[in-house]
């Protein structure tokens, strides 16, 4: 699933922060071949690698919040 992303998500600039230092992230989105909507955000720090930092299932996310 994080390949998936990776080759065919769509970059959400608005979840994205490209200008970061040092390490800046993008999320990327998309629905996957087991059909699961996700969001992955990844950073990268240096040329040489790229982290994933976290994986939502946009699906299942949802503001469960009772604030008033």
Known sequence: E????LKYG????SE???????CPS???EGT???NKNLR???SSCDTLTTN???AINLKL???TCSCK
């Open 40 to 42: 992955i955000i990844f």
């Open 52 to 54: 994933v930092v976290t």
């Open 32 to 34: 996957t071949s087991t």
């Open 10 to 13: 769509n970059v959400n600039f």
């Open 16 to 22: 994205s922060h490209p200008h970061a230092c040092p």
């Open 61 to 63: 996310a949802q503001d």
């Open 2 to 5: 994080v390949i998936e992303m």
């Open 26 to 28: 993008y999320a990327l």
